[in-house]
């Protein structure tokens, strides 16, 4: 009588022990050997492959994949005072394929998070987990361990093959590029994050001495004595009392596929070891072969296909685009032109976001992600110096920024260049200032966008790899985000207009109004005339008034002529812009209309750089005085009659009411600092 609940007994043993999904007793550990029947919530555009294999983003651009073990973890740290209730660990095993042989793709991220929905997050250096409007906030209660292989100097990397330990911020704790420590040997050895191959993880807490360390070993290698990150840490206000611990990655210019072969976590102990033989295999690979013999096989099926093929291709013709064979190295930033041409409903006038001396710009949503993006279509000559026009597109297409508008790609058709942007959807500051379409912004607002706008020229001209000159800071270029940040924009367009023209008769680039008085003599743009440009933008911002308005009096024509007159009178807080009513702090105020003139200053040697200009909105320098000289500061050096009678002779359609830039042939990247 008592045979077949024994009987029954061992049933149930034997396929707990044989089943590798079998659902443990405890749901704070668990050991997932593939990933069937899994408890996984998966969201965006992960997936589980019919092997078990857990794929988190594929081939396409701007996608983010997450994968969450569905029951929350009970780490009850303020129920608890016993410091093991806090310790973990974990041991995954990951594999990053990229699209492209040796091309970075962005990363993937362990993460312990108080919820699943991530509503405000982004992709590509953001992982999915974050945004640049809560990155760094402490309730975000967020912990992850990032396996970056893009650098991105907004985050202090420092290079695009590192593991990094982050706390409710992709600003890394302590970071390490990635290597392994070879038992044997006794030596450390270079990991590739993105070399296609799976590698080990180990993840552990001690709540006892409040330490933390990540361990990685290629597929093939035990783990090592020594871990590559180890560091003191206090998770007792990081971890609540219920958390979920999964994966996040994502895609962005760049994408490549991301895998989890194997996980195992264990809140109070050590996570169970995975063995390589019982985790799923990775896709094979095409090989670069296969292609040919296939279009082999194709063409010999005969002549119904090629006349299908014909029929096709024009078909076809409406999204021709020009494709060379260099191209292929900037694969990633190029977007197909049909791609556009369905995000724009075909460049219709209901999409037109503006139009400018460059162009003009149409709002779009890609059909794959559903993003919304900014695309300016600009004419070109294709015969000409493209190649280094558009690997200098690829290379803008790197900086990373807060108070820059990305810059997506590029697609070629025809004579037209198509250029891809993150879209703004608050516009440009200009409509802000000088039109009654948008509120207007009050001081604070205000400041905090000349504050941006600083900052991202500074990153441009000192903190990224190469000095990039902007060339065409104005108002008009600043585009506002949905929190109403700053971002500067269209940088590089200018230098679209003189490729191959002869670098002797080099023409000005920028915009009356914002030229630095010694380009007209040499051409020459610097880092200094950009600053020249920065001191008209913020004057315009504080006074609410254009850099020169012809139809003013002689002494009021030049904006920066003006506001000087009136501080040599004590006076010049009278220069702000009369729609504040007065309403801002006259310390800051009296800051920014000064900084401005000494921005405007004739001699560019006598000019602040970009890093000096941070210091003084920051309050960490005192601004100097500057010198009561009626010619040492203005639009052109030039006196007040002088300088009227400059802009007198411009033709009435430069001097509008929002002036087009001018072009020139410099190029947009120097050749280094």
Known sequence: MTSTPVSVFFLILLYVCLNPLAMAVDENQFAYKGFNGANISLEGVAKIHSNGLLQLTNFSKHQIGRAFYQHPIGFNTSSSTLPQALSFSTHFVFAIVPEIANL???????????????????????FGLLSSSNNGLPSNHLLAIEFDAIRNPEFNETNDNHVGI??????????????????????????????????????EYDGFENVLNVTLAPITSPKPDQSLLSTHINLSSILLDSMYVGFSAATGIISGNHYILGWSFNRSGKAQDLEISELPSLPHRRKPGLGITMSVTIVAIGLTITIAGIFYMLRRKKYEEIREDWEREYGPHRFSYKDLFKATRGFVDEE??????????????????KEQV????????????????????????????????????????????????DYMPNGSLDKFLFSNEKPILDWAQRYRIIRGVASALLYLHEEWDQVV???????????????????????????????GANLETTHVVGTIGYLAPELSRTGKATTSTDV???????????????????????DAVVLADWVFKKWKEG????????????????EEMELVLKLGLLCSKSDAATRPSMRQVMQYLDGDVLLPEIIHDSTSVGTIGLGNEASFEFVRSFPSSIVKSSAPSISSTESILTSGR
């Open 571 to 586: 006076a010049i807080l009278e220069t702000s812009d009369p729609r504040l009513g007065g309403d801002y702090l006259e």
């Open 532 to 554: 020249f440009a920065f001191g008209a933008f913020i004057l315009e911002v504080a006074c609410g008034r254009r850099p020169i308005q012809p139809q003013q009096s002689p």
């Open 104 to 126: 970075r793709a962005h990363g993937i991220a362990f993460a312990i998070s108080p919820s699943m929905n991530f509503t405000q997050a982004v992709g590509s250096q953001y």
């Open 166 to 203: 982050d706390v409710n911020s992709l600003v890394s704790n302590v970071s390490a590029s990635v290597t392994y420590y070879s038992d044997t040997e006794r030596i450390n050895r270079t990991l590739e994050l993105v070399s296609g191959s799976p590698m080990h993880v180990w993840i």
């Open 352 to 369: 037109l976001l503006g139009a400018g001396g460059f162009g003009k710009v149409f709002r779009g949503v890609l059909p794959s992600s």
């Open 374 to 421: 900014a695309v300016k279509k600009v004419s070109h000559d294709s015969k000409q110096g493209m190649k280094e026009f558009v690997a200098e597109i690829a290379s803008m297409g790197r900086l990373r920024h807060r108070n820059l508008v990305q810059l997506l790609g590029y697609s070629r058709r025809k004579g037209e260049l198509l250029l891809v942007y």
């Open 469 to 499: 000159l902007h060339r065409d800071v104005k108002a008009s270029n600043v585009l506002l985000d949905a929190d109403l940040n700053g971002r500067l924009g269209d940088f590089g367009l200018a230098r679209l207009y003189d490729h």
